[in-house]
């Protein structure tokens, strides 16, 4: 099979390596992959601003196939033939403070899809069976991946922000653009804030219901009751702070930014909140899987073939993606 692989760290680049198909161990399956979705976490991997992944490894979270084979003993309903989404949370150990709290995103055994375990830039790829998922009918393969991540860690993020009616979204990429929707169906009314000079993206944003769309060093019309901030730009937080009311909440939602610069404690006080997201949990993916398909999400995005995944990363470096990019082997591509 082909198998798209980052062979040393920070190379910035995937070597198109031919490998055997992978046989399911016990508690896993194995899946055909019909399309995978390319998340800014994979950008992160690739060009090493996450440390210590498994090298070689194959990118990609945002997972969605067919199960081909059911390994010994696993825990699952699933069948051969049967679709299913594979997301980042790829392990917890069940066992630990934070497991047996609801928290198993912080689990500190926890491996990640694409980063510790091998991930969906292949033509098949082996999961732990508790971590993969059925996907609602109503979406494509390639609709479908970007829900993955995008959706999972951008409703997590979402949710985090509270209940206030004015919400800022800092960086419209793949995740804002799918929680714009879940906002606006929500009766929100939503900001979103892009680079400066990207008409486009602003442009983007107002299609999907954003009330007002412009620069990020702007200030919007009306103050804002919370903020995410998608984009991996540590300056984004005092400005955003700057555009909160007092009591709002900042989620930060990437899994990598840069450095946060020092500002007065001013910004912060009267009990604004500045807080990180982490992961996501199984339970995340149930309920954004079963709301996806009510509101319904719709996802834009850009096909790529399988072999060409350094130009979607590429593409995705240089802002060039409105939406989402998704990587389709090449014996599926239409």
Known sequence: ??????????????????RPVPSPGAGHVLVKVHSCGVCRTDLHVVDGELADPKIPIVPGHEIVGTVERVGAEAETDLGPGDRVGIPWLGYVDGVCEFCRSGRENLCPRAQFTGYQIDGGYAEYTVADARFVFRLPDAYSDVDAAPLLCAGLIGFRSYRMAGDGRRIGIYGFGAAAHIITQVAVHDGRAVFAFTSPGDERAQHFARTLGAV????????????????????????????????????????CAGIHMSDIPSFPYELLWRERVVRSVANLTRQDARDFLQLAPKIPIVTHVREYVLDDANHALDDLRGGRIEGAAVLVPASRMS
Do not use: K
């Open 1 to 18: 099979m082909l198998a798209m692989t980052l062979r040393r760290p920070g190379a910035r680049v995937l070597d198109a390596i031919e």
């Open 212 to 251: 007002w769309a412009g620069a990020s060093t702007e200030a919007p019309p009306e103050p804002l009751d919370a903020a995410i901030i998608f984009a991996p730009v540590g300056r984004l937080v005092p400005e955003a702070l700057t555009r909160i009311v007092p009591g709002g909440t900042i989620v």
